[in-house]
């Protein structure tokens, strides 16, 4: 005898899993009409300016145990960074020397030619340098108004060593609007003071320089303040007193307040380079929000909802009566060794 | 063909096709033993269809996940087209008209004029790679040979910002031929240099240059942006003036031609005869070349989401037509027939 009976089956409605399963069809087949949503991203723009005189070439910073100079751990550290940077990111390189910055290109998208801008950085060298000289904070004004030009936020990296120093009455003012142009000052190098590499004419190194190789006064201008104690002053003759200036311009360290307060009067963030993460985290801060429209499509959403459901489905049940009979065990066990007890 | 994936590390998700195996969708039913049941090949055969269907659908739901998509290989072709270095002059000169005097009005200097042509130069040229050096004091690499168009438009862009001081061309050739010669493909070489004057090489720095030319095999193209009343490349010398140091440009030529390589001058002195002269370049430069190209990407998501829900609507349909053992109809749910059910254990 049989009996004609209706599909689906009472319990069959009645059974969570069945509606499990419709859910994961209908959210497999919403995967197909779904549109996608707008959502915005931060991208950077980024005028990355890199010190390339002399005293770059002082090697303070260690990699793997070996001294590299200030300027390779620029490079390492950019090129470490630069495959982390948000998409999309626009990246130009300067270098600087003397009192300006020199563009070598202006911001290209990382995520579409990175390739090239990882040579180009990797390719930078002191020898590149057109002068010798580095007035600093004519350089990073300079670079303030270029990135301004290219719209994009700087990150100026140098070791803050004015060569030859400023002069008494103290460098040239900022004649910008502060805050204009956001961005981070790198301050490179390290704190004690350490020799800088000499080269000569064809580029070999030939030991460091010397204390009698630097100018460690700036005597253009008025003199300073405290000159008239200074021995042999004479205010025609020896406005800066007779004696030779002495000083430590010819070691190098990172003029880590100097550079502090450039970076107040210009409105821009600082750092001490040290690794690429902490670099990669002050550049992201410092940086303008850039929203980036980017279309997201849901279909990864329905997709991965329908997957966290069959593994419900299929993995929890098992799991489920693989505990129950677990402790049904362990109860069974408990009563053959209490009655074996008894 | 290949296939790849957008998200690779969500393969990791695969695996989890495997729990369909510990058990199934479908109602146990409670059943004195399963010996008094007897075999059968049909039933068998539908439980480990089900089975496998479910592993499918898990399967491939986690591989859409990970985006799988084919093609995106290089593939070589061969074009028309060249490796190709710019050498830039980027002294202060470069930033004054073809008249000498600062741009004033609607003017355009000779390093605008430059960048001009040289960005429609590189657009042109789709199967090219490009390096560019810029010289001064000093040679600068700013960019190394790529063919990456929005990169090279990107250094090309940045010529016409405010040059630097001198011009020493000798060390600038050192540097875009060092760039030439770190790719070792067969393909054409050129150098463009693009410069409104030129400076005495030194000897020693000459005699470098000769055999280098001679190992890095480049065609080399002179663009020179003259200056209105200054030395030029045709002028004939004055008695006793025919030195390197009064007349470099004509001495530069006569180096570049003693080097016997294929060389070409281009001696202009205004915005439109440097775009003749690109324009005659593009059309000497037709040599085979071996480029790569990007197959273009299918998106197989759509397939293995279809994939997906085709087994996903089987399990429904193997839900739908799920009997019991004891059918509802039954009050008292007793056994109604002992015949084996299909769906007996999952």
């Known amino acids: ?342 | 063909m290949s296939l790849s994936f957008a998200d690779p590390q969500l393969l990791w998700l695969t695996p989890l096709a495997a729990l369909p195996l510990l058990g199934g969708v479908l109602r146990r039913s409670a059943f004195p033993s399963l010996a008094s049941v007897p075999v059968d090949g049909l039933s068998r055969l539908i439980s480990l269809a089900l089975t496998f269907t479910a592993v499918a659908t898990i399967g491939s739901t986690a591989l859409a996940l990970a985006g799988p998509r084919r093609g995106g290989e290089l593939v070589e072709k061969i074009g028309d087209g060249a490796e190709t270095a710019l050498l830039i002059d980027r002294s202060g000169s470069m930033n004054e008209t073809f008249a000498g005097r600062p741009p004033e009005g609607g003017e355009e200097s000779k390093a605008n004029a430059a960048r001009r042509v040289l960005q429609d130069y590189v657009r042109r040229r789709q199967h090219d790679r490009f390096g560019v050096v810029g010289f001064s004091t000093s040679p600068i690499r700013m960019l190394p040979l790529t063919d990456k168009m929005d990169a090279v438009l990107g250094a090309v862009a940045a010529i016409d910002r405010p040059g630097l001081d001198y011009t020493d061309i000798g060390r600038g050739l050192a540097t875009a031929l060092s760039l030439l010669s770190e790719d070792a493909g067969q393909s054409s070489r050129v150098l463009l240099l693009v410069s409104d004057g030129a400076a005495v090489i030194d000897p020693k720095v000459q005699q470098t240059l000769r055999t280098t030319f001679a190992r890095t095999r480049v065609n080399l193209y002179w663009l020179f942006l003259r200056t209105a009343n200054s030395t030029g490349i045709s002028d004939t010398p004055k008695p006793g003036e025919d030195t390197p140091q009064a007349m470099p440009e004509r001495h530069l030529d006569i180096f570049f031609k003693s080097l016997k390589i294929p060389y070409k001058a281009f001696e202009v002195e205004n915005p439109g005869a440097v775009e003749a002269a690109v324009a005659e370049i593009g059309r000497l430069e037709t040599h085979p070349i071996v480029y790569r190209e990007r197959l273009p990407t299918e998106d197989l998501t759509g397939f293995f989401a279809a994939l997906a829900l085709l087994s996903s609507l089987a399990l429904v349909a193997a839900k739908i037509f799920e009997a019991g053992l004891f059918t509802s109809s039954l009050p008292l749910g007793l056994p109604e027939a002992a015949r084996p059910s299909r769906r007996r254990a999952a």
């Open chain 1, 1 to 342: 005898m049989t009996i004609e009976a209706r599909f689906p089956r009472r319990e069959t409605l009645r059974d969570g899993r069945f509606w499990l399963l419709c859910a994961i069809v209908l959210l497999l087949a919403a995967s197909f009409g779904l549109p996608s949503f707008r959502s915005k991203a931060n991208g950077v723009d980024l005028l990355v300016v890199v010190d390339i005189t002399g005293s770059m070439n002082t090697r303070d910073y260690s990699e793997s145990g070996h001294p590299v100079s200030r300027l390779e751990h620029v490079k390492a550290s950019l090129r470490a960074i630069l495959p982390d940077l948000p998409c999309p990111a626009r990246v130009g390189l300067a270098i600087f020397t003397e009192r300006q910055p020199f563009l070598l290109f202006e911001p290209i998208d990382v995520c579409g030619a990175f390739a090239p801008v990882d040579g180009a950085i990797a390719g930078l060298d002191w020898r590149m340098a057109w002068e010798g000289d580095s007035h600093i904070a004519s350089g990073l004004y300079r670079a303030i108004d270029m990135a301004h030009e290219v719209n994009a936020d700087l990150v100026f990296f140098t070791d803050g060593q004015e060569a030859p120093p400023l002069p008494a009455s103290g460098g040239p003012e900022f004649t910008g609007e502060r805050g204009a142009v956001k961005g981070l000052i790198v301050g490179t190098g390290g704190f004690a003071l350490s020799p800088i590499p000499k080269f000569d004419a064809e580029g070999r190194e030939i030991g460091f320089y010397g204390v009698n190789d630097v100018p460690h006064e700036n005597r253009f201008g008025p003199p300073p303040a405290d000159a008239e104690q200074r021995e042999g002053y004479n205010p025609r003759n020896a406005p800066f007193g007779s004696a030779a200036a002495a000083g430590t311009e010819h070691l190098s360290s990172v003029r880590e307040p100097y550079l502090k307060a450039l970076g107040d009067k210009t409105g821009l963030g600082f750092i001490r380079l040290e690794d690429p993460p902490a670099l990669l985290k002050a550049i992201l801060a410092e940086a303008r929000p850039h929203p980036v429209e980017r279309e997201r499509p849901l279909r990864p959403f329905a997709l991965g909802l329908a997957l966290i459901l069959l593994v419900a489905l299929y993995g929890v049940p098992p799991l489920w009566n693989r505990l129950k009979q677990l402790r049904a065990d362990r109860f069974s066990t408990l009563a053959i060794w209490r009655k074996s007890r008894a």
